[in-house]
């Protein structure tokens, strides 16, 4: 595959990640209790539209059309984070998990431009790798936002009167609870055969400094 079309797959995967955005970030916004982050994700919903205009911009640059490609990476983080919406929280509790969900989707983000900066330029494309960059400073100060609002939050969320801290245990899991343990177990057995050397080096390391 040449450089470019590497390029290419790298530029529609982050055009269909920002327009799945455009859908998702209103609902995001709609389930938060604090206003602050309610604006916060209102206002980067209006940059994310922004950064889908500068990405067909960038694609006219290369006279290529932005289409072709589903972000299935940006489907996952954007399913956890209707996981964080429907989960029984309140308050500053669930306001963080939307933190959390959010601030996946804005790694995910920068890691994509950020590889698609070094192709642009490395392509000599400049005019393309500019355009990107402005993507990339606005999702990266949209983290930085989002670390920021979560401190109140967390005090917040510290004070805030657990009447029974077992509440969660006695609850009964949704169906979609009980298959995510599942898979959370699934996951643990299908690792382990590769932790387990790691773990008996970890062991005779240990051992070795007392």
Do not use: W
């Not at 922004?50 to 932005?66: D, I, M, S, W």
């Not at 773990?199 to 007392?210: E, I, L, Q, W, Y």
């Amino acid at each position: 595959m040449a450089l470019m079309d590497v390029l290419l797959d790298e530029m529609r995967d982050l055009y269909s990640a920002e327009n799945q955005l455009v859908k998702a970030l209103p609902k995001v916004a709609k389930g938060c209790n604090d206003d602050s982050l309610k604006s916060q994700i209102k206002n980067h919903l209006e940059e994310t539209k922004g950064q889908v205009l500068r990405l067909r911009e960038a694609f006219g640059h290369l006279g290529k059309k932005p289409t072709g490609q589903h972000c299935n990476g940006m489907e996952g983080v954007i399913e956890e984070g209707q996981d964080a919406l429907e989960k029984d929280e309140e308050g500053a509790n669930k306001d963080l998990c939307i933190v959390g969900a959010t601030l996946r989707v804005e790694h995910y983000e920068v890691a994509g431009y950020t590889v698609a900066i070094s192709l642009a330029k490395a392509l000599k494309q400049t005019d393309v790798a500019a355009l990107l960059n402005e993507n990339l400073k606005e999702e990266l100060a949209a983290a930085k936002a989002l670390q920021a609002a979560s401190k109140p939050l967390l005090k917040q969320a510290a004070s805030e009167d657990d009447a029974d801290e077992n509440e969660d245990e006695k609850k009964p899991k949704s169906a979609k609870e009980k298959q995510s343990e599942q898979e959370s177990q699934e996951d643990e057995e299908e690792a382990a055969p590769e932790l387990q050397g790691k773990a008996a080096s970890k062991a005779a390391k240990t051992s070795k400094r007392k």
